[in-house]
Every structure is written in C-alpha cells, then in structure tokens.
C-alpha cells in the first residue's frame, strides 16, 4: 500500500476527466492534478521546448509531492515527452496518445479522423502510430486548436450557439472527409464529447482513450503494488496565475472536482 499521490499533468483542464474515471474506480488514491495553464497551449509548442517544460514540471512534482506515478493526461506531451521523462523518472508514468489502434479496428470504411492539437497531428510519433496500426485506412487530420483554446477559456460562459459555431469547421471536414470514426486525440475535447457527437451526426462513432488509460493506470498501481488504502485530499495546482485570477478562473474546476488549491 501507498499513499503517495499519483500526479496528473496537463496544460490545463484536459485531464480531469481521466482523472475522474480512475478516482470513480479508486476511490481511495490520493491525486495532485496539474494545470500547466503558464505554458499553455502545448500544440503550438515545439518538441525541444515541450520536453524541457514537461522535465521541468515533473522535476518540481516531485520534490513537492514524492509522488509515486504520474500520468501525462495530455496526448501533446505524451506523444513528444513520453520517452524524455521514463528514462529520467523512475516511478510509472502512464501516457495518453490517440486512440488510433482501436479506431482502426472499429472502422468499417477504413476512413477514420483525428482531431488534435497541431502538434499532435503533425508529430512523428503520430505519424508512427498511424504507419503501425492503421496504414490500411484513410486517416483524415484536423488540428482543432481553436476548440482547445475555446473549452481552456471560454466553455464556462459559453451559449450553445458558441459552441456549435467553434465545431462546425471540424464538423464540416470530417463529414466532407467521409469518415465513419473520429478519434478525439486531445483531452481538452472530452467536456465536448456530447455536443462533438451531436455535431458531427450519427454516421462519425466518436473514440477516445479515456477508458483505456484509466485501466492502465489501475493494472500499472495493481501491479507494482502501489495502490492506496487511505484517502486525504486531492490538489490542483495552476501555474502563471495570481491567487484572484486562479479562483475567479478555475474556482468552478475546484467546486466540481472535489479538489483543493494548493
Ligand atoms: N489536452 C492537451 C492534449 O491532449 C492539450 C493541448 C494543448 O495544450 O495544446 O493534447
């Protein structure tokens, strides 16, 4: 048993929703979830620049946190860090990465779309993925930057109409691309999930990682003998903001998640 957190890192909100899936099945794991929102976004960032802020970040995780695994909750980080930060850390550290393999499987057209950032989309581990497990589909690439910027800033306000108005470009392309899945390959999109499945109508089955990272992270705790059996508090730590902008900015995600500011 260990009752070390297991730190959760993003560029912003985009991990809570993993973050959830695995505190509803391990209720008893203690988490510090962080928003890198100082060097947000990651998509336009290059690789040799995202690889030292992700060291650099999980440098300072744990020498505040001794945590005893981390999951990179963002695919843009883990496509481009992933390697970086396992053969620099030596406790677990779980990725998210696009949802190609079990795309590839469920599509009947072999026409699939990914929806990601632009660094994702353009990133050669993506293109790898795609050459492994999907070199007999289509694989139409759309980089939904501005729908990241819009849910990491604007969706707390947002009318619908907004909403509708900020997907239609990729709603438009994936439908014109003729594809009968998407996957969602950044995780800023899954507090989209049901207006995206709605927009892009029932032809596009919607695929995302969420369920299969948190099942990692379960088998990965099990496993090594990590996991918890006693609950504290769960942390959110925000960096590049002052103490007003974090609570006037972020107060909602402290509310809905059950976590504390620190
Ligand atoms: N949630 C990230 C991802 O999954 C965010 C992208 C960004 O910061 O550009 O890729």
Known sequence: MNKQPVV???SGIGGLPYMEWIKSRLPDENFVYIADNKNFPFGTKTRDDLIRIMTETMSWAVDKFRPKAAVIACNT???????????????PIIGVVPAVKPAAFMTAKKRIGLMASNRTIDDEY????????????????FAGTEIINFIENELQAAAEA?????L???????????VDSVVLGCTHFLFLEDEIRNNFGD????????????????KVLTEKGLLSDEKKTDYFHITGL????KI?????VLNKYGLCAV
Request: contains cysteine; neutral net charge.
């Open 168 to 178: 239609k470009p990729a709603a438009d392309f994936f439908k014109k691309s003729d």
């Open 77 to 91: 980080a883990s496509v481009v860090s992933l390697a970086a930060l396992r053969s620099n850390f030596s406790f």
């Open 126 to 141: 993506t293109e790898k993925l795609i050459t492994d497990f999907a070199s007999q589909c289509v694989v139409a690439r």
């Open 242 to 245: 002052s103490d007003e902008e």
């Open 203 to 218: 032809g596009i089955r919607i695929i995302d990682s969420r369920e299969g990272v948190g099942r990692q992270v379960i």
């Open 248 to 252: 006037s900015r972020y107060g909602w």
């Open 8 to 10: 959760i890192i993003d």
């Open 162 to 166: 907004q909403i509708t108005a900020v």
